[in-house]
C-alpha cells in the first residue's frame, strides 16, 4: 500500500513539474489587437515614443511561431514596413530597436524584407547595428541571412554583390568600442566568407 501511495505521489509531482515546465516554455502570449492598434499609430505619425509602445507589446527574446492570431497584425506591419525602414536608417534608436524586435513575430516575404532593412543598417549606423544585434543575439543563431542580405539583389551582378560586401566589412571596421568588437569581429568574419 505505502508503495503504491508513494508512487502516486511520484506520478502527481512528476505532472506537475511537466505542467508548469510546458507553461513556463511557451510562446508568450500577444495581443494583437493593441499591437494593431499601436502599429496604426506609429505608422501614421512615426515618433520614438510610438516605437517604444510597440516594443512593449513584442516578446524580447524569442521567436513565436504561432502567429494564426496575429496574421492581420503582422500584414498591416508588413504593408507599411516602409515607414519603419526611414525610421531606422535615420538612426532612431527605438525604431532600430523595433526593427529588430519585429523579428520575433515576422515569416515569410515579413522576414524577408525586415532583414534586408536590418542588414542595410551595416552601412547606414554600423554602432547601433552591432549593439542591437548583440541585444537580440539569441533571435539570430546564423548571422549569414541577415548579413547576407544584399545577395538576393545582387545575384546576377557580382561586382555590385562584391561592392555591397566590401562596404559592410569596412563600415563594420569602422567601429571600435570594445563591448562591440567580438561580435564586429565575428560579423567581419561571415562576411569575408559570403
Not at 506520478?11 to 502570449?29: D, E, H, K, M, R
Not at 515614443?49 to 498591416?76: Q, R, T, V, W
Not at 534608436?93 to 520575433?104: M, P, Q, S, V
Request: hydrophobic share 45%; charged share 25%.
Amino acid at each position: 500500500m505505502m508503495r503504491r501511495l508513494t508512487s502516486v505521489c511520484a506520478l502527481g509531482l512528476l505532472l506537475t513539474a511537466v505542467t508548469i515546465l510546458s507553461a513556463q516554455s511557451g510562446s508568450p502570449a500577444i495581443d494583437w489587437k493593441g499591437l494593431d492598434e499601436a502599429w496604426n499609430a506609429y505608422f501614421n505619425a512615426p515618433s520614438e515614443e510610438g516605437a517604444g509602445k510597440m516594443l512593449a507589446l513584442l516578446p524580447e527574446k524569442e521567436k513565436i511561431l504561432d502567429i494564426k492570431d496575429g496574421f492581420a497584425s503582422i500584414n498591416s506591419i508588413s504593408e507599411h514596413l516602409g515607414v519603419l525602414e526611414g525610421e531606422i536608417y535615420s538612426g532612431n534608436a527605438n525604431a532600430i530597436k523595433l526593427g529588430f524586435r519585429l523579428y520575433t513575430i515576422s515569416y515569410g516575404a515579413f522576414e524577408v524584407g525586415l532583414i534586408k532593412i536590418l542588414g542595410s543598417l551595416i552601412a547606414f549606423n554600423p554602432r547601433m547595428f552591432l549593439q542591437e544585434l548583440g541585444e537580440n543575439r539569441a533571435l539570430f543563431p546564423n548571422l549569414e541571412p541577415l548579413l547576407g542580405s544584399y545577395l538576393r539583389d545582387t545575384q546576377e551582378d557580382e561586382v555590385a554583390r562584391e561592392l555591397e560586401r566590401k562596404l559592410r566589412i569596412k563600415a563594420l571596421e569602422s567601429v571600435e568600442e570594445k563591448p562591440l568588437k567580438s561580435l564586429r569581429n565575428e560579423c567581419i568574419k561571415v562576411l569575408k566568407k559570403l
